[in-house]
């Protein structure tokens, strides 16, 4: 029986294979295997990409309504000593800047359509989500 790990690299394997072939033509995919060059850059964009896909998830889980912490622990995130699962998680998913520079996640409601802004190492969680409607059912859920 094949691990679940063993499934996945063979996953990945195919991707990588894909995208070189894709990339470089089906000379760059021989059939001992991959360029080494060719598939190890595959391998970095992949996981750049990926990534990204993570961080796109995350807030759409956010948006969704899911905590912080429910989506740390989704990704098997682990907080040090000093920081909570809800800021590691925050961190991993920081996607912009707000007007003053600071670094937050954004995304839109959907109880007020206003773009929301959420900020790492906020002293208040319950106070995290700036820009709500003042009349947003959900910003009043979290107070
Ligand atoms: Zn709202």
Same mark, same amino acid.
Request: aromatic share 4%.
């Given at each position: ?28 995919? @021989?059939?001992? %295997?991959? &360029?080494?060059?060719?598939? !190890?850059?595959?391998?970095? /964009?992949?996981?750049?990409? *990926?990534? $990204? ?39 991993? @998913?920081?996607? %912009?800047? &707000?007007?003053?520079?600071? !670094?937050?996640?954004?995304? /839109?409601?959907?109880?007020? *359509?206003? $773009? ?28």
């Amino acid at each position: 029986m094949t691990s679940r790990l063993a499934k996945d690299a063979t996953t990945v394997d195919a991707a990588i294979l894909a995208m070189v072939t894709a990339t470089h033509g089906p000379e760059a995919a @021989a059939p001992q %295997g991959p &360029d080494l060059l060719a598939a !190890a850059w595959a391998a970095r /964009r992949l996981a750049s990409l *990926a990534t $990204m896909r993570a961080r796109q998830y995350v807030v759409q889980a956010r948006e969704a309504g899911r905590r912080w912490e429910d989506i740390g622990q989704a990704l098997c995130l682990r907080a040090p000593h000093d920081l909570s699962l809800r800021d590691v998680t925050l961190e991993y @998913a920081l996607c %912009g800047v &707000d007007a003053e520079g600071r !670094a937050c996640v954004t995304w /839109r409601c959907p109880a007020c *359509a206003r $773009m929301v802004r959420e900020y790492v190492r906020e002293a208040d969680p319950a106070a995290a989500e700036h820009g709500h409607a003042a009349d947003c059912a959900r910003a009043a859920g979290t107070r």
